[in-house]
């Protein structure tokens, strides 16, 4: 890094420190200026950007970063914010992943944010395409109700004499009733009582959906970041007590996936 | 202060307990997540316990459960100290799964709270833990920096 972009970043993070961060932003950007091939000071100014809620900037910032430093982890982890706040939940979970990731590889101790960002991206696609699944399923309703009143009617512009009319009426009323019924089995308009997600797909110690499970030598999984973090303090097999070091920690590929997918159908699981 | 991933979790725990508690587990109040009481009481008829309740505190950090929470026994006029050879008159509590190395994530308030009613359920020492006295007096120590020395787990 060169002198000047190093003063300007140095005073960037004192301002950011301190909450100023227009300042520390500007900064940053006279780091860039002076340095513009720089990967950390994009990082520094998305980072500063993403608490003024610049969210378009953000993600431009991780762009280049990301063109400069392909690997970089907080990159990715900022882009998904910027890209939740914009609710672009399919690109914000695909970074949140990749950051993820790259965090299992490197050891590093975002872990725990990064599984955090995960299942709350996931969280929000799911309630998303959920909305939209009972607009057009109300939309359908109001269609296909307002075909059989045309039916009816043109059924009934044929007939004169009262009692006919009154017979063919009864009947529609009963076939639209019939509809009716049918879509409100289909999207009640009160939700079902939830279940409790299935135990084996929470954590025992965080008690969160499992999203990167991995498994013990006595053959029982927890969530990674949960994991991890106890064994970097004590190294003891959290049920038999017997040493357990990270590396002998492997993916529980299986349940990985039934996780993903129970969560898929059930987004609302994040929140039980 | 309790960050996000002690929260969420007492959180859910705090959920169960108001779902249910095995019985001589009573919960006092949870107003936040960094201080709960709970009152325990033996369920069997060792008459040094008999007819007793007692009041737990629990403080959680932030890096509960990674960490163990705090939990000592609270003297109130109706809720004394349990006498014990691993319980200091000042309430502090000498067990194992409550130190650094003994705790372990998977455990939780409820089984914290079991382990403690077990623990003096198989007590017959009417007696306090040698040096009660001089580490009532001298101890400026959390209890969980306190390297307890675990000479008789039996007890």
Known sequence: ?272 | MAGTFATKRLGKELAKIHESLPPGIELVSADNFEEWFLDIRVLDSNPLYLNQIYRLKFKFSAQYPIEPPEVVFVKLADRPIPIHPHIYSNGIICLDLLGQQGWSPVQNVQSICMSLQSMLTGNSKNERPAGDEDFVRGNRLRPKDINFYYHDNDV
């Open chain 1, 1 to 272: 890094m060169t002198d000047a972009a190093k003063r300007f970043r140095e005073e960037g993070n004192r301002r950011f420190q301190k909450g100023d961060y227009n300042m520390a932003e500007s900064l940053y950007s006279q780091a860039i200026i002076a340095d513009p091939k720089n990967h950390v000071l994009y990082t520094n100014r998305a980072m500063a950007r993403l608490k003024t809620n610049q969210w378009e900037n953000v993600v431009a910032d991780c762009r280049t970063c990301l063109g400069l430093d392909p690997d970089n982890m907080k990159a990715r982890y900022y882009l998904s914010q910027a890209q939740y706040a914009l609710q672009d939940y399919d690109d914000a979970l695909k970074h949140a992943l990749e950051g993820h990731a790259l965090c299992v590889k490197n050891g590093d101790k975002s872990m725990q944010n990064l599984t955090d960002q995960v299942l709350k991206c996931k969280k929000a696609r799911w309630d998303q395409r959920e909305k939209k699944r009972k607009r057009e399923a109300s939309d359908l309703e109001r269609e296909v109700i307002r075909l059989l009143e045309q039916e009816r009617d043109t059924e009934l512009a044929e007939y004169t004499d009262e009692g006919t009319r009154k017979e063919i009426s009864d009947e529609w009323e009963q076939k639209i009733g019939s509809m009716r019924a049918v879509f409100d089995k289909a999207n009640p308009q009160k939700e079902p009582p939830r279940p409790d997600p299935p135990a084996w797909a929470i954590d025992d110690i965080s008690f969160n959906f499992m999203v990167d499970p991995v498994i013990t030598k006595t053959g029982k999984s927890y969530e990674r970041s949960s994991i991890e973090s106890y064994l970097r303090r004590v190294p003891l097999d959290p049920l038999t007590r017997e040493p357990l070091f990270i590396t002998d920690l492997r993916p529980n590929i299986d349940l990985k996936k039934a996780c993903e997918d129970y969560l898929e159908e059930n987004g609302w699981a994040v929140d039980y």
